[in-house]
T-cell receptor, first 116, second 111 residues
Framework: ETGVTQSPTHLIKTRGQQVTLRCSSQSGHNTVSWYQQALGQGPQFIFQYYREEENGRGNFPPRFSGLQFPNYSSELNVNALELDDSALYLC???????????????FGPGTRLLVL | TQLLEQSPQFLSIQEGENLTVYCNSSSVFSSLQWYRQEPGEGPVLLVTVVTGGEVKKLKRLTFQFGDARKDSSLHITAAQPGDTGLYLCAGFTSGTYKYIFGTGTRLKVLA
């Protein structure tokens, strides 16, 4: 059983640029959630994907968007980067089984993004 | 807006001491998870509690879910330097499919 993996591990961008972060979910998992964790704070929920559709969204602007692929891997895209977007971006995978039941989520190691 | 408040925010103790971290909310959760996170890494799941009043033990760590499923505590007995890290609680509500994370408790155990 493989765990959750993310790429790249670190990234430096400048204000106004666009970035794509990638996540491979744990084997057998069909749901991916993305979180933003600023330094010294807890993770903030960005959105979740299930069956290739957005299944819930936190308080993040539309320039944060995502995709989930048939193999359940996922991408997080951020357009028009701002300095405050500098953070650790975490993805977590889990398995939705039946209706409105979600099993435990497991996190990847994260991508640390620095916006200059 | 659902919020999870953790206390204390920071804790520095000597090896061998006991400690308790609290996670409180005005919202009811379907389940609650505790994680530990090392610098530069993702959170690692410690435990999931589901039933109100449930108590789970993981070696020297004891987790309790409040009867009303609005709060939880993590108690560490005889803390060791290896327990150092950021402890996070996260509440899940099945209706929203979202996890809400607490503000975190940064623990440092001195040898």
């Amino acid at each position: 059983e493989t765990g959750v993996t993310q790429s790249p591990t670190h990234l430096i961008k400048t204000r106004g640029q666009q970035v794509t972060l990638r996540c491979s979910s744990q084997s057998g998992h069909n749901t991916v959630s993305w979180y933003q964790q600023a330094l010294g704070q807890g993770p903030q929920f960005i959105f979740q994907y299930y069956r290739e559709e957005e299944n819930g969204r936190g308080n993040f602007p539309p320039r944060f968007s995502g995709l989930q692929f048939p193999n359940y891997s996922s991408e997080l895209n951020v357009n028009a980067l701002e300095l405050d977007d500098s953070a650790l971006y975490l993805c977590a995978s889990s398995r939705l089984a039946g209706e409105m039941v979600e099993e435990t989520q497991y996190f990847g190691p994260g991508t640390r993004l620095l916006v200059l | 807006t659902q919020l999870l408040e953790q206390s204390p925010q920071f804790l520095s103790i000597q090896e061998g001491e006991n400690l308790t971290v609290y996670c409180n909310s005005s919202s009811v959760f379907s389940s609650l998870q505790w994680y530990r996170q090392e610098p530069g890494e993702g959170p690692v799941l410690l435990v999931t509690v589901v039933t109100g009043g449930e108590v789970k033990k993981l070696k020297r760590l004891t987790f309790q879910f409040g009867d009303a499923r609005k709060d939880s505590s993590l108690h560490i007995t005889a803390a060791q330097p290896g327990d150092t890290g950021l402890y996070l609680c996260a509440g899940f509500t099945s209706g929203t499919y979202k996890y809400i994370f607490g503000t975190g408790t940064r623990l440092k155990v001195l040898a």
